[in-house]
């Protein structure tokens, strides 16, 4: 986690260490892929795991940050995983993010719901 003031940001206009908590991102867009984007009604989701039986949960997001759906708690294996049809047809068209937490490194992908 990295603690940040938002209010107070230095010369270089990144956020002071004090005050509001914003959890660490690791953005690797080979790590994790979302397919077909833009989407319709479902969606399928790779990723790829570095550690054995690491806890992996992925949740969607909308552009306020509100969470949408918890798609998957679990354990994965080293290697590639697919998560295949996921159903969106019930969200409202619009931008979300789908954020992956794999062993406690997180990657946030966009998605476009058409």
Do not use: W
């Not at 790590?31 to 984007?37: A, F």
């Amino acid at each position: 986690m990295i603690v940040a003031d938002t209010t107070n940001p230095d010369t270089t206009g990144i956020p002071q260490s004090k005050g509001i908590i914003i959890p660490t991102v690791i953005e690797k867009l080979s790590d994790v892929k979302v397919y077909p984007n833009p989407a319709h009604n479902i969606i399928s989701l790779s990723l790829l795991s570095v550690l054995d039986n690491s806890l992996v949960d992925i949740k969607v997001y909308d552009l306020s940050g509100r969470l949408v759906q918890s798609l998957y708690s679990g354990n994965c294996t080293i290697g590639r995983s697919t998560i295949k049809d996921i159903d969106v047809a019930g969200m409202s068209n619009g931008i979300y993010f789908i954020v992956t937490n794999v062993g406690g490194n997180i990657s946030r992908q966009k998605f476009i719901k058409n």
